[in-house]
T-cell receptor
């Protein structure tokens, strides 16, 4: 059974810092991995989708990498801003074509 | 991409009543799903909404408690029945096209509080 873990569970940084969020998964036979952002009490916004054949994806200040063989992905946020404060979730798609979610990293960027 | 409208965005309900949540997509999609997110937790899949047939429920979720309809390829409803305080959660609709490399999209969520 696929298990997805996100470290750290919470992170507080001053504005302007570059930061890395980690996601690990136990079964490397994935189809893709997706990073989401969730604001308090709200739905999920898709940030980046990495297919199993890809190594990384970039969107603006966000860069996500994937090392499928080691079961790891990282989300890099450059020059963090207070508006980046949210919970970040990773999810992997594997056998059965279903998503398995990590527990999330709650990020606070202080002005 | 898909734009999903989920209603209501939040509600406060009395114990023993029911709440029906609607999910409308701006284009036809193959797959529609309903998730629950309990306070401080990650997402748990409730069921896959199948067009024109009964939904497929995950372990621990039953049709009597979470009846689901999907009359067409753009619309689905989830009802949470016989509400108790333990049902207080965020309920989320999700869609994708069913391919192995597909991207998932989510609605804005429905924040339910049972009093």
């Amino acid at each position: 059974k696929q298990e997805v873990t996100q470290i750290p569970a919470a992170l507080s940084v001053p504005e302007g810092e570059n930061l890395v969020l980690n996601c690990s998964f136990t079964d490397s036979a994935i189809y893709n991995l997706q990073w989401f952002r969730q604001d308090p009490g709200k739905g999920l916004t898709s940030l980046l989708l990495i297919q199993s054949s890809q190594r990384e994806q970039t969107s603006g200040r966000l860069n996500a990498s994937l090392d499928k063989s080691s079961g790891r992905s990282t989300l890099y946020i450059a020059a963090s801003q207070p508006g980046d404060s949210a919970t970040y979730l990773c999810a992997v798609r594997n056998a059965g074509n279903m998503l398995t979610f990590g527990g999330g990293t709650r990020l606070m960027v202080k002005p | 991409s898909a734009v999903i409208s989920q209603k209501p965005s939040r509600d406060i309900c009395q114990r023993g009543t029911s709440l029906t949540i609607q999910c409308q997509v701006d284009s036809q999609v193959t797959m529609m799903f309903w998730y629950r997110q309990q306070p401080g937790q990650s997402l748990t899949l409730i069921a896959t909404a199948n067009q024109g047939s009964e939904a497929t429920y995950e372990s621990g979720f039953v049709i009597d408690k979470f009846p689901i309809s999907r009359p067409n390829l753009t619309f689905s409803t989830l009802t949470v029945s016989n509400l108790s305080p333990e049902d207080s959660s965020i309920y989320l609709c999700s869609v994708d096209q069913g391919w192995i490399n597909t991207e998932a999209f989510f609605g804005q969520g429905t924040r339910l509080t049972v009093v």
